[in-house]
């Protein structure tokens, strides 16, 4: 039960970067285990990174490991997600997505509770 509001998304060229933040309501956010997710027109929803909920912790994607970073502010009930050399494959629109009762890196979206309504990504070449 936590409502979840991503911004940030735009329109990038190669190699630049973004940062898209996603904004949590209530008072327990420090509960909740956050992943970012993308979907590109047609395809599957894939899973991008996560972060713990003291925010110890990350996993990423291989495809975005070593470009992407996920931090978190719980004061401020807000993660993030850094986008460095961004390529056009990195188009989609992301969410962001909350898990109660887990402390655990995960990585399927089915593993999550909540969304958000997403935030367009657009890379050019």
């Known amino acids: 039960q936590v409502q979840l509001v991503e911004s940030g998304g735009g329109l990038v060229q190669a190699g630049g970067s973004m940062r898209l933040s996603c904004a949590a309501s209530?008072?327990?956010?420090?509960?909740?285990?956050m992943g970012w997710f993308r979907q590109a027109p047609g395809k599957e929803r894939e899973f991008v990174g996560c972060?713990?909920?003291?925010?110890?912790?990350?996993y990423y994607a291989d495809s975005v490991k070593g470009r992407f970073t996920i931090s978190r502010d719980n004061a401020q009930n807000t993660v993030y997600l850094q986008m460095n050399s961004l390529k056009p494959e990195d188009t989609a629109v992301y969410y962001c997505?909350?898990?109660?009762?887990?402390?655990?890196?995960?990585?399927?979206?089915?593993?999550?509770?909540?969304w958000g309504q997403g935030t367009q990504v657009t890379v050019s070449s």
């Open positions: 997505a909350a898990r109660a009762g887990s402390n655990s890196l995960l990585s399927s979206a089915l593993e999550y509770d909540n």
């Open positions: 209530g008072r327990t956010f420090g509960n909740y285990v």
């Open positions: 972060i713990t909920r003291g925010g110890a912790n990350t």
